[in-house]
């Protein structure tokens, strides 16, 4: 475990010293950067763009965690040098680098197909976008304060860009699935009459394509994905049709079986199934080269794919080329060309499964898309949704605490009498904990660092909900016999809160969007205006990190002892965190407290998620046994 790095008056000045030499000449810098997005440009062009994406996308396959790679790390018996190849390769930066090479290489044709670039080709290639994402990322951190804004505003602009820039998926895999199969099951209907499948139809797809591009790497991972597809197809085709077809043509079982999934054979070698190294450059047509195999399955990968050219928008205007330019790669993530489909980035399609599902919603129906889907008018909308999921997490880890939800309340505000509705309202044995849930999310342009947009929408999310939590709390505290009204069993009921009980309050804001990075920091939104310092003392927290404290949490009094410790860090100006799972790890570690603050030393606690995350990660590539981090006493 990690433990806290602080900053010396050497980096400080080391920092100072390259930002004060990238605000020198602004103009210069900026044109340098054009000029290195031009030589990438002109490299990936260079070359057969599928053997390109297929470089960088072999070296994703080669970081990503599988069943297979997460059992060699514990691996300790013979052919250990055999055994360190299978283990998983550490490449933070590969997964951004590969998807912004894809939105270069999908801007304009592939014009010299048949041109196989190198590995030194790809890894130069790789190189260079690398030194882009970089700079450009530096370019925007020594950057001015914004039009009328402070230096808290800058912050919160950068904080936004660098989650968006280097690409943090919402939540752990087996959350990601849960959330999706629940949002768009209550749309499943719609999707059938327009498009003739479902959303478990999409979801099935993208899991699919892990096994069409696995199945053919040259490892025992590989072979044991190409057996599972072998015994697919035998069981779909069947014994009997197996044997008349080789009495009726002479193929053996494995000829019929390759004549049926062309992207496993290799004419060089008809008899056998071939697989393919990772670093076999000429395979890589055929590694990521994925094959639909009924009519709806092509009608999902027609609407899942773009071709090479379509993406010409990335390249234009100002900014053209820069990492975080809109691109078509988002909401269709498989390639084209021809007759056939590649899938250069696992990882893509699947990290943007909500948004290219809702994108058919939206397409195919605009005012469906923001009425029924959206919204709050459509009982089983997201928004809805989202407010009974998160009852059911709290309801989960805090099954001592009575929650009620969607409740009335009467007030009087600036003279006007009003009749606010509290999202969740939990009463415990002596704490209320008063709970608010917005689906807001961020737009392209947010992600971007629009600086005037990104505050409203973080007003009408991050401030309102904290708002919403503060002006609940001061009714029960203000009135002598609160009252709440609520729908259960289609009758309306009344909650009394009983004010002779010395309650504690705890106020929660969740989030759909993951706004970790900006809500770890409230100083910056106080500082920017969007938050008021008077709403401050609500723990806002993702939908998604809010599963991960519902599996790890053991009782209500770790979480009030968490809640406390999280709170005070609002109050300290020397503590920087990342992200709040670096938070639970912190706790979970029985760090907290922290030692006083002192103005000389800044401290940034960092990696204290590592043990969270190989538990999901194991947990999620099908490991069975893998021990869930508990809080150290």
Known sequence: MNEPIYFNEEFKAQWRYAMEQAKADREKYFNWIKDEINIAITLINKYDKIYVLGGLGSKLLAASPNIHNQIMEGYTGPDMEQAEQE???????????????????????????SVIPTE???????????????????????????????????????????????????????????IYEETFSYHDGFLQ???????????????????????????????????????????????????????????????QFLSDNLDLFDERNPENLSMLPLDYVEGYNRLFWVVPKTEKEVKIFNLL????????????????????????????????????????????????I??????????????????SFKGNSFANSRDNYIERKTKLLFEKFLPTVQFYHSLKYNIIEDGLAKEPELDIL??????IYIIEVKAGELNKKHKRGAILGLKDRLEETVNEGSYQCHRAEKFIKENESPEFRYIANATQNILSIDK?????FIKISVMFEHLSTVSVNLKYLIETGV??????????????????????????????????????????????????????GFFLENKFPLPDEKDSEKIFIHSYRDEIENYYTKKDVGISGVEKPIKKR
């Open 87 to 113: 283990k998983i390769v550490e490449d933070d930066e590969i997964e951004v680098i590969l998807e912004y090479a894809m939105n270069i290489a999908s801007a304009s044709p592939n014009s010299n197909a």
């Open 120 to 178: 030194e080709n790809v890894m130069e290639i790789r190189n260079q976008l690398a030194k882009i994402k970089t700079n450009i990322g530096f370019y925007e951190m020594s950057a001015e304060n914004p039009k009328d804004g402070n230096e808290f505003d800058h912050r919160l602009k950068i904080a936004v860009m660098e989650d968006a820039m280097h690409v943090r998926g919402d939540g752990y895999q087996s959350h990601v699935l849960e």
């Open 193 to 255: 009459q327009y498009y003739g499948f479902g959303s478990t139809d999409i979801f099935n797809v993208i899991r699919r394509l892990d096994l069409l591009v696995a199945s053919k790497i040259g490892n025992a991972f590989g072979g044991y994905l190409s057996h599972q597809r072998f015994t697919e197809w035998s069981d779909e085709k069947g014994q009997e049709a197996v044997m008349e077809e080789m009495i009726k043509t002479g193929k053996h079982f494995i000829q």
């Open 305 to 352: 794919s773009h071709n090479f050219g379509d993406n010409s928008d990335f390249l234009k205007g100002k900014f053209g080329g820069f990492i975080l330019g809109d691109s078509v790669t988002q909401t269709k993530p498989l390639i084209k060309v021809g007759e056939k489909f590649y899938c250069f980035s696992l990882s893509l399609p699947f990290r943007n």
């Open 354 to 371: 909500f948004n290219l599902t809702a994108n058919l919603l939206q397409v195919a129906d605009p005012v469906y898309y923001e009425h």
């Open 426 to 431: 939990g009463i415990g044995h002596d704490t």
């Open 500 to 504: 002779t009980k010395d309650y504690k």
């Open 531 to 584: 938050l008021s310092a008077d709403y401050k003392w609500a723990w806002i927290v993702s939908l998604y990190d809010l599963m991960i404290f519902a599996d790890l949490i053991e009782n209500e009094n770790d979480f009030q002892d968490y809640i406390d410790n999280r709170l005070k860090l609002y109050e300290r100006n020397d503590v920087e965190f990342q992200d709040e799972i670096d938070i639970l």
